[in-house]
């Protein structure tokens, strides 16, 4: 049996949106000031379970990273275009752009569940499909990259949805960032 694991950059105030500056926003870019080592590679400490999951993303984040990481050389790149990837998207893909992509029928949530049965489902980014997982308690863990900036404004990770608990299974620095794994109590 696997775990919906979100991975997610962060600002202490808790803002999600836009950390690569890709928005457009007048806060945006903010995870990337730090540089390459708080960003690259497997900072979200999944190395097995990434090679042995599934990666799940919502439309708009899978197109921007199907963009960027098949031209991309390295170890990391390797098992980032070599994982097997789901996109959550009404109007479909062209799975041709990032190797083995498939695009999801049906409810992307029952999905995850029927999953997880099998092996872990890791999402990335997409932020309206992790409040649809938080909304519907399916979340098992968080692994936040949270960065030492405040912005004030901005799309908040928890801005709504049901209380959950977790407990902190481990804190480490990452490069000018730290990295939380928060487990689900149940």
Request: proline share 5%; glycine share 12%; charged share 25%.
């Amino acid at each position: 049996m696997g775990d919906v694991i979100v991975i997610q950059f962060v600002t202490l105030d808790g803002v999600v949106s836009d950390p690569d500056g890709r928005g457009g926003t007048d806060h945006g870019g903010w995870a990337f000031r730090y540089g390459p080592e708080a960003v690259a590679g497997d900072k979200f400490r999944l190395g097995q379970r990434m090679e042995r999951g599934v990666q799940l993303y919502g439309r708009r984040t899978w197109e921007h990273f199907a963009g960027l990481w098949p031209s991309r050389d390295g170890d990391y790149p390797r098992l980032m275009n070599a994982v097997p990837k789901r996109v959550a998207t009404r109007t479909g893909i062209d799975a041709t752009a990032w190797s083995n992509s498939a695009a999801i029928d049906g409810d992307p949530v029952a999905w995850a569940v029927d999953e997880r049965t099998r092996r872990d489902v890791v999402v990335i980014g997409s932020l309206s499909l992790v409040r649809a997982l938080a909304c519907a308690d399916v979340v098992d863990e968080y692994r936040l990259i949270t960065f030492p900036t405040v912005l004030g404004r901005g799309d908040r990770l928890f801005a709504d949805g049901p209380p959950a608990d977790f407990r902190f299974t481990a804190a480490e620095p990452v490069g000018a960032a730290t990295l939380t794994v928060l487990r689900r109590t149940r």
